[in-house]
C-alpha cells in the first residue's frame, strides 16, 4: 500500500536539512500565506479539527491540551518541543530533527502563534550530537532569513527559539522533569497538579509537545484541520511513524497511515522476519509498552484504538520484533535492568521496586529461581504501577506483567531446569539484506 507522505515526504539525499531544500518543497508557505489571515485562535481550531493525537506516547490531543492554558494569563507562555527520545526502540524523531528539521520549526512558529507563547525551547537528548547540530544551523538559517526574532508577516507576533541540549536521562522524557532540566536543576520530575499547562516552565503556563506532533502542524495549516482528520482512522488520524527494530528484514523509520493492517506493515515495509524464522512477539510501542504475541496481533492495526485493544499501546511507535529462538527471560532481563538504571530514585516503589524486579529476573534467567518468584514479580508490580510521581515506574511494570503472562511457561522452563533453555543468550541474528 502506498501511504500518505506528511512528514517524511523528501528524498533522502542528505540536503533536505538545507533551508534550500525545505523552501524548494514549500516550506514556511503557511507562514508567508496563512499567518496574516488566520488569527491565533483560528490556527489552534484547525489543530483541535485535525484531531492530531501527541505522538510522544500518551496519545492526548494536542488541540484540546493547547486549549488548556489559562485565558486570564499575564504571565509570559512557553512552548517546548520535546525531542528527549530515550525509550528503547525509538528512534522515529531522530529523522526529523537530522533530516527535516525546517518543519519542524515551521511547526514550532504556529504553536508558539497560536498560544502566543514569548519564547519556543528545543530540547534534544544529550546522546543525539547530529541532531543536535542539524537543528541548531536550520534555527540560525531561520533566524537569518527572518522566520525567526523577527514579526511574522501581517502580525506584530516574534517567535525565538533555543536549542537546548539534554544530558542522557530517560526520565526526563516526563514533561517536568525536561522542564527542571531546561531550568538548570536536577532532570527530575514534579508532582502534578499543578500541571505545566497552568504552572510549567519557570513557573509559567507551559505546553509541551513531542517533535513529530510539532512537525505535523504545518501540513495541518497548509491544508486545513478537517482534511488531516480524513487520513487515518476516526479516532486516530493522521500518519504516524514507526522506528522499527529488531529481527525484521528492514530495519528504519516508516511513515503510514494510521488503520493500517500490522501484519501487511510487518511483512511489505519492514520486509518479514529475518532468515525465514517464524514471529515469536512484538513489542508495539517502545519498551514500556506490553509484550504481544503473533495470536494477538493478526487482526490489528496500526491506530491507538485497535492496539489497545490488543492489550498493548502504540506508545511511541517503536516497533520491537522478536523471532523465535529469542530467550524472553533474558530479553526481560535488559528491560528490567534498564529502568533499574533509569529510576531517579525520588519515590520507593520505584527506586526500591525495579530493582527488586531486576534482581529476580537475572535470577531465573541464571538458574537460581523459584516458582514463587513469577507470582512474587507481579506482586511488586502492583505495588509500583500508579503508586508513583511520574510514569516511569508503570513503564517498568508493563514489560514485567506481560511477558510473565504470556511467557510464563518459558520462565518456568528456566526455573525447573536450573538454567537458561537458550544457553543465557540474547540471540541477535544477522543477516545481510
Ligand atoms: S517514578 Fe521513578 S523515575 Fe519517576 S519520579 Fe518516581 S523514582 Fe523517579
Redesign the pocket.
Known sequence: MSHKKILLNFERNGTSHTLESYLKRGGYQTIAEKIPALSPAEVLEEVKKSAIRGRGGAGFPAGIKWSFLPKDNDKPVYLICNGDEGEPGTFKDRVILEENPHMLIEGMILASYAIRAKHAYIYIRGEYGFALERVKAAVKEAYETGYLGKPLKGTDFVCEITVHKGAGAY?VG?ET?LMNSIEGKKG??RNKPPFPAIEGLYKCPTIINNVETLASVPWIIANGGDAYHKIGTEKSSGTKLLSVSGHVRKPGVYEVELGYSFMDFLNNEAGGIIDGKKLKAVIPGGSSTPVLKPEDIKDMTIDYESITAAGSSLGSGAVIVIAEGTCMVKLLEILTHFYQH??????T???EG?GWLHRIVRRIEEGNGKMEDLDLLTSITKHIAFH??????DA?CGPVDSFVKKFRKEFEEHIKQGGCPYSGKFVRFQEKV
Open positions: 526520565v516526563d522533569g527530575q520530575t533509569e529510576s531517579c530514585g525520588q519515590c516503589p520505584c527506586r525495579t508513583t510521581i511520574c510514569p516511569l515506574g517498568a
